[in-house]
């Protein structure tokens, strides 16, 4: 099965640092997705983490540790415009066809306030 | 112009009508999807297609239908809506080599 949970909502202030985390149970592993989704908007991509480790890009960075099944990202210098929410997605066993299984998490709606 | 177009963007309908939710892309992809989203349950597979031959359910396929009439267009049905279906819908696009997925702007469907 395929069990994937982050907290539900955070709050933190505009230009200070917030780690949004990740833990998940899969069948298989093959990559973790953070995407962020504004109110009503479609989901974009962000990150993507296959091995362990740090990505950085820009104010944002992702960490992988897949022996933990744990995944965070980092949001540095929040500005307001980053209040949103922010969804982790698993690729997880293969499932024919040259295709993996892709879970989404609920998703972490952050608020980012004055 | 957006990569992945959805058709039309709000919809208010009546439980036991026939509606059809489109999508188009133009990001080149095979691979498509069908999502809905509530509140507190975040984003389930409905359906999807590797290509125009192939169709696969998803997680909550009851009471939807698809059809891939192109590599580019990719449409779902709800054959006699019902209320509970009242729900977000995302189209999404993937490449076949790391499945990044890129989602339509989503369609808004209320059923009375």
């Known amino acids: 099965g395929q069990n994937i949970d982050q907290p539900t909502e955070m709050t933190a202030t505009e230009g200070a640092i917030v780690q949004i985390n990740c833990t998940y149970q899969t069948s298989g592993f093959n990559g973790l997705f953070w995407y962020q989704q504004h109110a009503g908007e479609a989901p974009t991509f962000l990150s993507y983490n296959v091995l362990d480790g740090l990505e950085e890009k820009g104010r944002f960075s992702s960490f992988l540790s897949r022996s933990k099944g744990y995944s965070y990202l980092l949001l540095k210098e929040l500005q307001m415009k980053d209040s949103a929410s922010y969804l982790c997605?698993?690729?997880?066993?293969?499932?024919?066809?040259?295709?993996?299984?892709?879970?989404f998490g609920k998703g972490t709606k952050l608020s980012v306030i004055p | 112009d957006a990569d992945v177009t959805q058709t039309p963007r709000n919809r208010i309908t009546k439980t036991g009508k026939r509606i059809m939710l489109e999508c188009s892309q133009t990001?080149?992809?095979?691979?498509m999807y069908w999502y809905r989203q509530d509140p507190g349950l975040g984003l389930r597979l409905i359906y999807y297609s590797f290509d125009v031959k192939d169709i696969n359910k998803g997680e909550i396929s009851d009471g939807y239908s698809v059809s891939r009439q192109a590599q580019a267009k990719f449409s779902l049905s709800l054959e006699s809506a019902i209320p509970n279906q009242t729900a977000l819908y995302f189209c999404?696009?993937?490449?076949?080599?790391?499945?990044?997925?890129?989602f339509g702007p989503g369609t808004r469907l209320l059923v009375l």
């Open positions: 990001k080149g992809h095979d691979r």
């Open positions: 997605a698993v690729r997880g066993a293969y499932s024919g066809a040259g295709s993996y299984q892709l879970t």
């Open positions: 999404a696009t993937s490449d076949s080599s790391r499945e990044t997925q890129y």
